[in-house]
């Protein structure tokens, strides 16, 4: 017995074909490049082919499909926003998936932040945990939440867009478009704080100086910073602070056993986990803060993967049917 889970992402789609207890028995992956609404659509059914074909050929039974999203999942209408994926504004996938494995098995979509949080508890470092917390930080900031053994969603499909939380005042009209927290600590948000500093001071003395401004990477910020450059230094500094902060809340809000923080920007963000630490020890609930478990995702770029294989695995379980 075997499960499909794939990964839609803003620029790839992956595909894996698993067994229950989570070897990868196929894997292959295709760039959406140029594609958009049911172009993207179309490169998902034929790698889901694609894996089918595989099992097929190895005598192997497909049980069930799932899938994850860069966007919101509308659990009621089977539907997905994407926001980087043009077309995918109200986009009928799972209507599609169903029709490519002509309704014989369970198909299950939800959004990438849950798949990273479904992916840690079943082969990463949150697994066996009951309430646990996965921070994605790259392009955007968003949280799959675990709540006793439930992904958390909401009452409109929409909990864990992080990016959004209030970390700092007075409100500023940037924050309108990405949020508070992302617009200062995401992947965009650093680069952003830096070019935002070299325009308040001129006059300072800094690595990125030798770059066009517009070329500035979130990689040359935490290499100049890596070199001891002050203003670089400055905004990871900051960036910390804002990881920390957004961590307190995550503790005082949800009481996790581990927090993991994955994407893009940990990453080189990695080795600033002790310091989140300790930012957020000043302002999480003292009795839970000192007792949560921070880690960076052991699954790395895979762990959205493995969440939409674990996603498919939950839908044969007849206890969490209603979560998929």
């Known amino acids: 017995m075997t499960v499909v889970g794939i990964d839609i992402g803003g620029t790839k789609i992956a595909a894996a074909l698993f067994t229950p207890a989570g070897e990868e028995l196929f894997k292959e992956s295709a760039r959406i490049a140029e ?7 179309a490169l998902a059914v034929e790698l889901l082919g694609r894996a089918q074909q595989k099992a097929s050929d190895a005598g192997l039974e497909i049980r069930a499909v799932g899938a994850i999203v860069p966007g919101i999942y509308y659990s009621g209408r089977g539907r997905v926003w994407a926001p980087n994926i043009p077309g995918w504004d109200d986009y009928p996938l799972l ?5 490519a494995v002509n309704g014989a098995i369970p198909v299950r979509v939800d959004s990438d932040r849950a798949g990273y949080i479904l992916g840690e508890t079943w082969l990463g470092t ?10 994605a930080v790259g392009t955007g900031i968003g949280a799959g939440i675990l ?3 439930r992904i958390l969603r909401g009452a409109r499909d ?3 867009a992080t990016g959004w939380l209030a970390l700092d005042r007075p409100y500023r009209p940037g924050y309108r478009e990405v949020g508070c927290f992302e617009y200062n600590a995401s992947g965009p948000g650093i680069v952003r704080v ?3 500093r070299l325009h308040e001071d001129p006059g300072a003395p800094s690595i990125l100086r030798e770059k066009e401004e517009d070329r500035i990477t979130t990689a040359d910020v935490f290499a100049a910073a890596d070199a001891g450059d002050p203003l670089a230094r ?4 900051n960036a910390i602070e804002f990881w920390g902060m957004a961590t ?3 503790v005082s809000l949800f009481d996790p056993e581990v927090i993991i923080f994955g994407g893009g920007v940990f990453g080189p963000a990695a080795k600033y986990l002790d310091r989140i630490r300790e930012e957020a020890l000043r302002w999480a609930q003292p009795i839970s803060m000192p007792q949560v478990r921070l880690a960076v995702s052991s699954l790395g770029g895979d762990a959205g993967l493995f969440g939409a294989g674990h996603l498919a695995l939950r839908a044969l379980d007849t206890d969490t049917r209603s979560e998929g």
Do not use: K, P, T
Not at 126 to 135: D, K, W
Not at 234 to 237: A, E, H, P, R, Y
């Open 194 to 196: 830096a070019r935002d």
């Open 248 to 250: 307190a809340n995550y």
């Open 126 to 135: 949150a697994r066996g945990c009951r309430n646990a917390v996965f921070v």
């Open 147 to 149: 709540v006793d053994g």
């Open 35 to 41: 594609r958009q609404g049911r172009e993207v659509g």
């Open 234 to 237: 400055g905004v990871i500094d």
């Open 95 to 99: 209507e599609e998936l169903e029709a």
């Open 158 to 160: 929409i909990a864990g």
